[in-house]
T-cell receptor, first 113, second 110 residues
Framework: DVKVTQSSRYLVKRTGEKVFLECVQD?????MFWYRQDPGLGLRLIYF???????EKGDIPEGYSVSREKKERFSLILESASTNQTSMYLC????????????FGEGSRLTVL | GENVEQHPSTLSVQEGDSAVIKCTYS??????FPWYKQELGKRPQLIID?????GEKKDQRIAVTLNKTAKHFSLHITETQPEDSAVYFC?????????FGAGTRLFVKA
């Protein structure tokens, strides 16, 4: 059974704090993604990685950075959290670019006060 | 930039009726069109997909159609059941990038 695990389901942080969201997949997938989900806006791509230590900006990278030190782990970092980063964050992985299916984690709901 | 428009944003049907969700995409190079279902509090999961060399695909009560010329694709659910109630996302994909629609919240009334 394929598995994408996000370490924190719910987080509450204060403005200006540094936030780490961790994601681990056990499918030996090359490609990993971070999406942000907001009502009425769907899923928007923040960053993705197609290999260890490689990263590419998505559509909304401002205010975020990522780290991929190991194939199975992809971290999203908010250097200085702001209230407009309150959202649901979804990690996903897939095996090959055109294989298609994205496997999602359960999501991390972040509230920034 | 590339975008995917999805309609309607909310859809309410009686159990047993059909539901149709429509999407249009802007990047004509997109070659893979998945549909994801997200139940309340759960992760999005793939329910059906279609590739650009196919016009229609069916899997039991769900079907997807693709019109590449018009850059339209649609999800059809027949004989809806209460467990079909969820948010449905269409998407258009090329290589690494997958662009999602805003989602349709489907309510199936028993």
């Amino acid at each position: 059974d394929v598995k994408v695990t996000q370490s924190s389901r719910y987080l509450v942080k204060r403005t200006g704090e540094k936030v780490f969201l961790e994601c681990v997949q056990d499918m030996d997938h090359e490609n990993m993604f971070w999406y942000r989900q907001d009502p009425g806006l769907g899923l928007r791509l923040i960053y993705f990685s197609y290999d260890v230590k490689m990263k590419e900006k998505g559509d909304i990278p401002e205010g975020y950075s990522v780290s991929r030190e190991k194939k199975e782990r992809f971290s999203l970092i908010l250097e200085s959290a702001s209230t407009n980063q309150t959202s649901m964050y979804l990690c996903a992985s897939k095996g090959k670019p055109n294989t298609g299916e994205l496997f999602f984690g359960e999501g991390s709901r972040l509230t920034v006060l | 930039g590339e975008n995917v428009e999805q309609h309607p944003s909310t859809l309410s049907v009686q159990e047993g009726d059909s539901a149709v969700i429509k999407c249009t995409y802007s990047d004509s190079a997109s070659n893979y069109f998945p549909w994801y279902k997200q139940e309340l509090g759960k992760r999005p999961q793939l329910i059906i997909d279609i590739r650009s060399n196919v016009g229609e695909k069916k899997d039991q009560r769900i079907a997807v159609t693709l019109n590449k010329t018009a850059k339209h694709f649609s999800l059809h659910i027949t004989e809806t059941q209460p467990e079909d109630s969820a948010v449905y996302f269409c998407a258009a994909s090329l290589g690494f990038k997958t662009i999602f629609g805003a989602g349709t919240r489907l309510f199936v009334k028993a």
